[in-house]
């Protein structure tokens, strides 16, 4: 064991005495914009490879999806309106345009660079994702949800999935009043599961229907409509379901290994015999 530095050199008559090196302090988790500690690196913003491709499938998704809403002309809706809620076409296209701005504002949210050297723009860019996407988006959704015309298959996994967005964005959000930012970042991580969830719905009910295709003249009974809704109703469950299992894995699997960091950081060496 060496001296601390700028203290004497230890005398050969007065040997040093046998102490335990120090435990390292525990390793915890940093909140939206504070640095990590000394000896633990971070990953410096292109060494990301998830967050380019996440932004250019975000930014093709919303430039796909929305220009039939914006242009005011229910005739280029690709959800038909049902008969008996006029307003149908008002609700998804209000509800399009502010999930594009969730989907959008949670490119930047969830990028760690961004986070933690511009944290006063992501607590802006926070309250557009929260105020200006989710919230609005959420309510709307809940009211295209139930009327649905693609039948109560979709109509259960739609009004379910408007529910816990609106839930864990609401959590996320009064964590981070709070400042209980641990927990503002774990319900976060659902919100954002749930806002990309539109995407992964879009894939599901696009395969569903090509496997389903060879089924379309026996199960059922050359009923075009019946097979779109079928594949409709399991593509929406997968949609949401699938990425918020991964969520919680991805989160579970974290704390897992900050909790044998932390066991590992704290537990104490043996003592040297003399």
Same mark, same amino acid.
């Given at each position: 064991?060496? /001296?601390?530095?700028?203290? !004497?050199?230890? %005398?050969?008559?007065?040997?040093? &005495? #046998?102490? @335990? *090196?120090? +435990?390292?302090? =525990?390793?915890?988790?940093?909140?939206?914009?504070?640095?990590?500690?000394?000896?633990?690196?971070?990953?410096?913003?292109?060494?990301?490879?998830?967050?380019?491709?996440?932004?250019?499938?975000?930014?093709?998704?919303? /430039?796909?999806?929305?220009? !039939?809403?914006? %242009?005011?002309?229910?005739?280029? &809706? #690709?959800? @038909? *309106?049902? +008969?008996?809620? =006029?307003?149908?076409?008002?609700?998804?296209?209000?509800?399009?345009?502010?999930?594009?701005?969730?989907?959008?504002?949670?490119?930047?949210?969830?990028?760690?660079?961004?986070?933690?050297?511009?944290?006063?723009?992501?607590?802006?860019?926070g309250r557009v994702y929260v105020l200006g996407g989710c919230l609005p988006a959420g309510l709307m959704g809940l009211v295209v949800g139930l009327a649905?015309?693609?039948?109560?298959?979709?109509?259960?996994?739609?009004?379910?999935?408007?529910?816990l967005w609106l839930g864990c964005t609401i959590a996320g959000w009064r964590a981070a009043r709070r400042r209980r930012f641990v927990e503002h970042r774990?319900?976060?991580?659902?919100?954002?599961?749930?806002?990309?969830?539109?995407?992964?719905?879009?894939?599901?009910?696009?395969?569903?229907?090509?496997?389903?295709?060879?089924?379309?003249?026996?199960?059922?009974?050359?009923?075009?409509?019946?097979?779109?809704?079928?594949?409709?109703?399991?593509?929406?469950?997968?949609g949401w379901v699938l990425p918020l299992l991964a969520a919680e894995w991805w989160l579970e699997r974290g704390d897992a290994r900050r909790r044998a960091?932390?066991?590992?950081?704290?537990?104490?060496?043996?003592?040297?015999?003399?």
């Amino acid at each position: 064991m060496t /001296a601390l530095a700028g203290s !004497p050199d230890p %005398s050969p008559a007065q040997p040093m &005495s #046998r102490r @335990p *090196a120090a +435990a390292e302090p =525990p390793v915890r988790s940093e909140p939206p914009g504070q640095s990590a500690p000394p000896g633990r690196a971070r990953p410096r913003w292109w060494r990301r490879p998830w967050v380019a491709p996440l932004a250019v499938l975000a930014v093709a998704f919303v /430039a796909f999806s929305l220009p !039939p809403y914006v %242009s005011l002309d229910p005739s280029r &809706s #690709r959800v @038909p *309106a049902p +008969a008996f809620f =006029p307003p149908h076409y008002v609700m998804l296209s209000l509800h399009v345009v502010f999930g594009s701005v969730a989907m959008l504002t949670c490119c930047l949210q969830i990028w760690p660079w961004f986070r933690e050297r511009h944290p006063r723009a992501h607590r802006l860019v926070g309250r557009v994702y929260v105020l200006g996407g989710c919230l609005p988006a959420g309510l709307m959704g809940l009211v295209v949800g139930l009327a649905t015309p693609f039948g109560h298959v979709i109509r259960a996994s739609n009004v379910l999935l408007a529910l816990l967005w609106l839930g864990c964005t609401i959590a996320g959000w009064r964590a981070a009043r709070r400042r209980r930012f641990v927990e503002h970042r774990r319900w976060m991580v659902r919100s954002f599961a749930l806002t990309m969830s539109i995407i992964t719905n879009r894939v599901h009910t696009a395969v569903l229907i090509v496997l389903l295709q060879p089924e379309l003249a026996t199960t059922y009974h050359g009923d075009q409509a019946l097979l779109t809704q079928t594949a409709a109703g399991l593509g929406g469950w997968l949609g949401w379901v699938l990425p918020l299992l991964a969520a919680e894995w991805w989160l579970e699997r974290g704390d897992a290994r900050r909790r044998a960091r932390r066991r590992a950081a704290t537990r104490t060496p043996a003592t040297p015999a003399a």
